[in-house]
């Protein structure tokens, strides 16, 4: 059996998703907004690392219009979307685990959301945006958590976290009972998740390239009306939260 190439997951639409479905509805993307607010700076520059369709992407735009927004994407098909739908972004393909096709010290700002799960190379990723981004920028890094309150329940039960992958093939489904996956929330197909990090370890690293946190955030995921609450509860204390966001500023 031939192995999944990576151009290959990543031209499925349940990878590269479409932000612009959820539209105010989207918790992750209200929160970015939160983050984007607190910034001090005004950006002339801007890149969006792994923009999907570009829905966040024409955000950004909207909101600093005079800033030149720059948004890339390893999905052909994604850009294409994208290119037809937001005229006001410059699209480009390229592969984050690779140099970017950029100058050292260009960006302002730069957002990746729900991309470093994916990559089996962290290292190039977070050097390539240290060494694109301008001394004092800012990064906003969003990314499913590993140790959410619900993963930790999971482990208790030997179970396997949620938003981690054991095939790429197939959805396996975390819990079963008399043939039903239960709940279906914690039961999403397989979309290529590489790298799940808890919050303590997100930071730790993006310490490592350089960047100091300035703000923490958390997210939620699940969707069933009683998780869902609880979610919402917990997503309040960011190493607990279904989902992290930082907003990080470059200090070397």
């Known amino acids: 059996m031939n192995l999944v190439p990576k151009n290959k997951i990543y031209e499925q639409p349940s990878v590269f998703g479409d932000e612009s479905k959820f539209g105010k509805n989207s918790n992750r993307l209200n ?25 966040f992407s024409s955000l950004l735009k909207s909101i600093f219009p005079n800033a030149q927004v720059i948004a890339i994407d390893f999905s052909h098909k994604a ?18 685990e690779k140099e970017l096709p950029f100058a050292n010290n260009y960006f302002d700002l730069i957002v990746s959301g729900e991309h470093i799960e994916h990559l089996i190379d962290t290292d190039i990723y977070l050097s390539e945006i240290n060494r ?11 990314t499913p958590n590993l140790a959410s309150w619900f993963n930790r329940i999971l482990l208790l039960f030997g179970k396997q ?13 975390i819990f079963s009972l008399f043939g039903k ?24 690293l993006l310490k490592a390239y350089g960047f100091q946190t300035e703000m923490k955030l958390g997210r939620t995921m699940l969707t069933k009306p009683i998780l869902r609450q609880l979610d919402y509860f917990l997503s309040q ?16």
């Open 31 to 55: 929160q970015m907004l939160r983050l984007v607010k607190q910034i001090d700076i005004t950006p002339n520059r801007i890149l969006d690392v792994g923009c999907g369709t570009g829905f």
């Open 79 to 96: 850009l294409k979307v994208a290119k037809k739908k937001y005229k006001n972004v410059i699209f480009i393909y390229a592969d984050s």
């Open 132 to 142: 694109v981004m301008k001394k004092g920028g800012r990064l906003i890094l969003t």
């Open 161 to 173: 976290p949620y938003k981690t992958e054991a095939s790429f093939r197939f959805t396996l489904p």
């Open 181 to 204: 996956t239960f709940p279906e929330s914690l039961n999403t197909p397989a979309v290529g998740h590489l790298r799940v990090l808890t919050l303590d370890m997100l930071l730790k």
């Open 237 to 252: 204390y960011p190493a607990l939260a279904s989902g992290i966001l930082v907003l990080s500023r470059k200090k070397r």
